[in-house]
């Protein structure tokens, strides 16, 4: 019985860390420099899972073919998003004269951007640009 208790509490804090770390808490690295200079190249992220808004300009890590990415909500719900596919600008609820594109965003989605406007593989470039909010996985703190 004694080996038992000696053995109890460092389980169960293992069981409670892993339980936080899965549930509560999300820890990464971000590989890129699409964030910078907010975030930059190599860097390990904090976040948490458990959220109950998500408005323009929160940093979110989400999954998006597969893979997870630490990019800006730029557009929300409602917002109209002008691009310009030339130089890949983009415009929110603000008409772009030069704007080769014009979407709004969907009950339920988002359109990312990474700070880094000329290193960031986001919405401007995907075949469908919006993420689904249950593929948001957790918010920057």
Not at 35 to 41: A, C, D, G, L, N
Request: glycine share 6%; with cysteine; net charge negative.
């Amino acid at each position: 019985m004694k080996k038992l208790r000696k053995w109890i509490i460092p389980l169960s804090c293992g069981i409670a860390v892993i339980l936080l770390l899965r549930f509560v808490f999300f820890i990464g690295y971000v590989p890129s420099a699409s964030m910078e200079p907010t975030i930059k190249e190599g860097a390990c992220v904090f976040g948490y899972r458990v959220f109950i808004n998500i408005h323009r300009g929160d940093v979110v890590v989400f999954r998006h073919d597969e893979q997870l990415h630490v990019k800006r909500i730029a557009a929300v719900p409602g917002d109209t998003i002008y691009i310009d596919n030339t130089d890949h600008s983009v415009s929110v609820n603000e008409p772009m004269e030069a704007a080769d594109r014009v979407l709004t965003v969907p009950d339920g989605c988002f359109f990312m951007l990474g700070d880094n406007r000329e290193d960031s593989l986001d919405s401007r470039y995907w075949d469908d640009p919006f993420i689904i909010e249950t593929e948001i996985l957790a918010k920057m703190l």
